[in-house]
């Protein structure tokens, strides 16, 4: 007969959680007032909610003087200042080299 722990280890993927004293508090009053469980709570946390991620700024910035070039190039497109565009365009490759080489590390 296979003991508790093999049974749920080979039917469910287990994680742990990890915290400070005060975010503990703070979930085991939500338990309290919400009247569940742990695993219920932590499981209905995660699938149901949407996690936002932080705004880099840096990225935002860069991205924005990537669409400055691009405004550039399109007015320069219409005014056939054909050496100018591909100038900038060379310049825009090398910023998005930059941002690609950011997101990696």
């Given amino acids: 007969m296979q003991n508790k ?39 209905n946390a995660i699938i149901n909610h949407q996690i936002t991620i932080p705004i880099q700024m840096d990225l935002i910035y860069e991205l924005n003087r990537i669409g400055n070039n691009l405004n550039q190039i399109a007015k320069s497109i219409n005014s056939s200042e054909k050496i100018a565009v591909l100038t900038q365009l060379v310049e825009i490759e090398k910023q998005l080299q930059k941002l690609q080489y950011k997101q990696e590390i």
């Fill in 5 to 43: 722990d093999q049974k749920y280890d080979s039917r469910f993927i287990r994680k742990s959680l990890r915290f400070s004293p005060s975010e503990y508090s703070k979930v085991e009053a939500q338990l309290t007032t919400l009247g569940v469980n742990f695993s219920n709570f932590a499981k």
